[in-house]
């Protein structure tokens, strides 16, 4: 899939786990579409934490890492667009996932724990990968 490369060539991949028991696509689609709706609502809200809890473990820490400062404090500081919760597509291969709102694109791994957002504030470029606020290192 394009999208897949140009991230891959904008944003580190987050390490994924071994593809056993995936389910069917369209629960993984529905799963990926509530993970980036539950971050975007978290940010909606000014949550911090829960912000920070829908992210991939590489994008926390290195949102972190770059900040100098706790995770809750440096997602809300991020210029990530406020998406809503109208989803425009979301696309599944394999463990990872392309959430696309009206303003905003989120990308996902599946962990053992779920989905989870390895970058937000992502704006496609012609010819060129995704430009991300957050991602991860």
């Known amino acids: ?16 786990l071994p593809a056993a028991g995936c389910g069917e696509l369209e629960q993984r689609r529905s799963a990926a579409t509530a993970a980036a709706l539950g971050f975007e609502r978290a940010l909606g809200t000014r949550d ?13 820490e290195e949102l972190e890492r770059s900040a100098g400062a ?3 404090r440096v997602v809300l500081e991020e210029e990530v667009p406020a998406a809503g919760n109208q989803v425009r597509a979301t696309d599944v291969e394999g463990r990872q996932a392309r959430v696309v709102f009206g303003s905003d694109t989120l990308f996902l791994s599946l ?3 779920g989905w989870k957002v390895v970058a937000a504030g992502c704006a496609p470029r ?12």
């Open 48 to 60: 911090g934490a829960a912000a920070c809890a829908a992210l991939a473990p590489g994008t926390r």
């Open 111 to 113: 962990f053992s724990t």
């Open 1 to 16: 899939m394009p999208w897949r490369r140009r991230l891959a060539a904008g944003a580190t991949a987050a390490v994924l």
């Open 70 to 72: 706790p995770c809750p």
């Open 126 to 137: 012609p010819d060129e990968p995704y430009q991300c606020a957050v991602k991860g290192g």
